[in-house]
């Protein structure tokens, strides 16, 4: 079997695997390929302030690749987030569902990126160059989320997407099980399943089986009932606004990018309440703590977030009361365990209650757990078998559950990322690694974006974060230093060139320490950047991230 040979498909994850998050993934079949998402990381370390990671392209850039299409399978950022990176050299032409393709303008406004955004119809196959793809309705904790069928020479592979089973889904789309067990019958080569709670077993649940504790609480709450989650988790917030609706409780969403998803929400059906459900926070300030519900973002405990600066009171129009309940509805993904128990932390000292998974049911995942990841196994039927999304220890229970739900060893493949594997149609195996990895926005200001954005729209003290990243392996500096003012005016924060090539030269004069200190690194870039600003009786907050690539 040769790269040469027409019927060699080849499958190249670049990220996504040994991981959550990252995803993306190439289906290449001689010069010509697709892209599965794309999407972005978040890094765990609270001390980098939220910044992005994106997938390395090497790959894709040096192998020359005439990528025919995108093809998205929601709208989660892990999936989205980079986007405009991939365009920039690749501009091909992105097919996504309705809502993901909401939450795509919204991604590719901020980067200002123009693309060719079309709409993905399920069971309408699209051909793109030798591939035939076909998308196919699954459950999850976003609107709209698809799963891909992609016809190739070598067969049929078939990418789940991140999905559930949800016997009764929020919006009454239900799994397409009929479609897959059709594919089954037709034949599959090859599927690539999400693996994120392949160590849960039994059945994740159902989404809609949190209504009553929704209800509960913004009964129950004798001020202010603030919801935290994913700010694309349309589902969840439709829940909680059906429940402080029926109590007549105006809804609020708080800060820049939790609006823009409520406003998505309601431009594409999946949030239809009457007008004056939701209120600005300004409209909030007239009305009583009880009568009122808030959305915010930060569930993870990102510094910046709305659930953050209420934790620490410095929430530039909402505050945090002894009447008040807040739930944090989401799972905590591994590495952000400390980032949210402070926040909890400091929201127990405001006096609050605190609702947050481990004391009470307020999450339902997304993601399938193993009985639904054997079932997707038993209606595919496939010839082969790799788990996707997840740290490597899910790949690993996910291989066991194909073993067990009738799979050969020897037609289960365990890839990390830039590890292809070669498909034919006489079988598998893997292919040699190739470049992949992790890097940082090229711009970062955009891998502070998720961070910076709370600001955006509040008054501050004028501020200037330093970003910089720094090689894992050796402790160069490989990205950055770079500035983003907030407060002041270009003009009046001076030539922020100059000042970088300080830092830079300031941060290279640590040589080796800067491996192995992190809080060094943040107070040399603190007392450059000070001494700096002062010489012309400028005195803006300084706010560091070191973040290690």
Known sequence: MTLSD?????????????????????????????????????????????????????????????????FLTHGHEDHIGALPYLLQSFPAPIFATPVTAAFVRRTLAAAAFEA???????????????????????????????????????????????????????????????????????????????????????????????????????????????????????????????????VG????????????????????????????????????????????????????????????????????????????????????????ERAIQTVINQLFKRGAEVLYDGVATVHVSGHAYREELAELIRLVRPRCFVPIHGEYRHLVHHQRVARAAGMAEADCFLLENGEPLLLTRGGARKGRKVPAGRCLAEELQAAAAGALEEYRDSEMAPTVFAIVGISGGDGRIVNGPDLVIRGMSERSAGDLGRARAELRTRLQALNGYLRFDPARIRAEMTRALRAYFLRDGRRPVIVPYVLEV
């Open 6 to 70: 027409t019927n060699t498909v080849r499958i190249v994850p670049l990220g996504g695997l040994g991981e959550i998050g990252l995803n993306l993934m190439v289906i290449e079949c001689d010069r010509d390929a697709i892209v599965i998402d794309a999407g972005v990381m978040f890094a765990a370390d609270r001390e980098t302030g939220g910044a992005r990671l994106r997938p390395d392209l090497r790959y894709l850039e040096q192998r020359g690749l005439n990528v025919r299409a995108i």
């Open 116 to 246: 060719d955004l079309r709409m993905l119809v399920p069971r309408a196959p699209i051909a793109a160059g030798p591939f035939t793809v076909e998308a196919l309705r699954v459950t999850h904790s976003t609107p709209d989320a698809v799963a891909l069928a992609v016809r190739t020479p070598a067969g049929t592979i078939v990418h789940s997407g991140d999905f559930k089973i949800d016997p009764s889904p929020v919006d009454g789309m239900p799994f397409d099980a009929e479609g897959f067990a059709q594919l089954g019958a037709e034949g599959v080569a090859l599927l690539l399943s999400d693996s994120t709670n392949a160590e849960r077993d039994g059945h994740s649940g159902a989404e809609s089986s949190l209504k009553p504790l929704m209800s509960e609480v913004v009964r129950r709450a004798r001020g202010k009932c603030v919801l935290t989650a994913f700010s694309s988790h349309l589902h969840r917030i439709r829940q909680f606004t059906e429940a402080a609706h029926e």
């Open 249 to 336: 409780r105006y809804v609020v969403p708080l800060g820049r990018r939790m609006a823009e998803s409520v406003r998505l929400g309601v431009e594409t059906g999946q949030l239809n309440f009457p007008p004056g459900t939701f209120i600005s926070p300004q409209e909030a300030d007239f009305i009583e703590s009880r009568r009122l519900a808030m959305l915010a973002g930060g569930s993870q405990g990102e510094p910046l977030s709305a659930l953050s600066r209420l934790a620490a009171g410095t929430h530039p129009v909402a505050q945090v009361g002894t009447d008040d309940l807040i739930v944090l509805s989401s799972r905590f993904i591994p590495g952000n």
